[in-house]
Nanobody, 123 residues
Framework: QVQLVESGGGLVQAGGSLRLSCAAS????????MAWFRQAPGKERECVAA????????HYPDSVKGRFTISRDNAKNVVYLQMNSLKPEDTAVYYC????????????????WGQGTQVTVSS
């Protein structure tokens, strides 16, 4: 079992940046593909970034491509989400998620979740 704890959320003005962190424990971190999801009120949870075991392969939807960057440090058991050029529509609760081995982008593929961190972008 792996436990995930997110940090780094907050309030930022449009055009600003935030870096989210997700610390993992309880498992061999390098055996887990990782992802960041977000969920805004009244909307479905969506994947905004995913990364494979080594960081060699990443995935982003068009809505964040070029603005968000996912990375991981397997020595520190941490995955990051750097968010630049933030927009009000990026406002959501952001969740870190983990699954064994294979990168995926559907929330139903991820059995392990953090508690979430709020990101609010003001216009």
């Amino acid at each position: 079992q792996v436990q995930l704890v997110e940090s780094g959320g907050g309030l930022v003005q449009a055009g600003g940046s935030l870096r989210l962190s997700c610390a993992a424990s309880g498992g061999i971190f390098s055996r887990y593909a990782m992802a960041w999801f977000r969920q805004a009120p009244g909307k479905e949870r969506e994947c905004v970034a995913a990364i494979d075991l080594t960081g060699a392969s990443t995935h982003y939807p068009d809505s964040v491509k070029g603005r968000f960057t996912i990375s991981r440090d397997n020595a520190k058991n941490v995955v990051y989400l750097q968010m630049n050029s933030l927009k009000p529509e990026d406002t959501a609760v952001y969740y870190c998620a983990a699954r064994r081995l294979i990168l995926a982008t559907m929330s139903s593929n991820y059995p392990y979740w953090g508690q979430g961190t709020q990101v609010t972008v003001s216009s």
